[in-house]
């Protein structure tokens, strides 16, 4: 079945331990995205990869990172959170990026509480 | 960025009416796409649209990129039509979102 993985699904986590969630697609798609959804805000872009070692920065990229270091797999990275990071994360890819008449897929959410 | 602005922000239908969704946009773009995110917060792509008119069941969407907006119909509509809706649009490889529309659908 072709789907986007995200793992966990719940994450509660004190403030300054590193921790990564991670996002895994099966579609052999190149583009891959991070968002964070908080209340009255809709989705706000982390980052995005166009492909293998590309990434790039969205709208709120602070206090996140990235690696893409093979195809499938987009990890997000937040090395020292705070309790501002506490939010509802979720991971889309797509066969292409904006550019392409290609729609996003996106994985069922990570929601991370920072004590 | 690109400003996304969707109205209204919360409906409240009974179980058969009709909906009209809107969403604005500030600048000229190459992807927009509507999705819509059941209480389980599972977001559903329904529509690749940048411009045009398509239809999908009881759900139809617009795009008139000229003048920098969408419009996403639902016509009878059912208690699992029940969520958030979600107008995003694309440049450059970036992705910018609406604040949603709420909707409740009453059997």
């Known amino acids: 079945e072709a789907q986007v993985t995200q793992n966990p699904r719940y994450l509660i986590t004190v403030t300054g331990k590193k921790l990564t969630v991670t996002c895994s697609q099966n579609?052999?798609?190149?583009?891959m995205s991070w968002y964070r959804q908080d209340p009255g805000l809709g989705l706000r872009q982390i980052y995005y990869?166009?492909?293998?070692?590309?990434?790039d920065k969205g709208d709120v990229p602070e206090g996140y990172k990235v690696s893409r270091k093979e195809k499938r797999n987009f990890p997000l990275i937040l090395e020292s959170p705070s309790p501002n990071q506490t939010s509802l994360y979720f991971c889309?890819?797509?066969?292409?990026?904006?550019?392409?008449?290609?729609?996003?897929?996106f994985g069922s959410g990570t929601q991370l509480s920072v004590l | 960025g690109i400003q996304v602005e969707q109205s209204p922000p919360d409906l409240i239908l009974q179980e058969g009416a009709n909906s009209t969704l809107r969403c604005n946009f500030s600048?000229?773009?190459?992807?927009l796409q509507w999705f819509h995110q059941n209480p389980w917060g599972q977001l559903i792509n329904l529509f690749y649209?940048?411009?045009g008119t398509k239809q999908n069941g009881r759900l139809s969407a617009t795009t008139v990129a000229t003048e920098r907006y969408s419009l996403l119909y639902i016509s009878s509509s059912q208690t699992t039509d029940s969520g958030v809706y979600f107008c995003?649009?694309?440049?450059?490889?970036?992705?910018?979102f609406g604040s949603g529309t709420k909707l409740n659908v009453k059997p």
């Open positions: 990869s166009m492909n293998v070692e590309v990434t």
């Open positions: 889309a890819s797509s066969p292409g990026g904006s550019s392409t008449n290609e729609k996003l897929f």
């Open positions: 579609m052999n798609h190149e583009y």
């Open positions: 649209i940048p411009s």
């Open positions: 995003a649009v694309g440049d450059f490889n970036k992705f910018y």
């Open positions: 600048d000229s773009v190459n992807n």
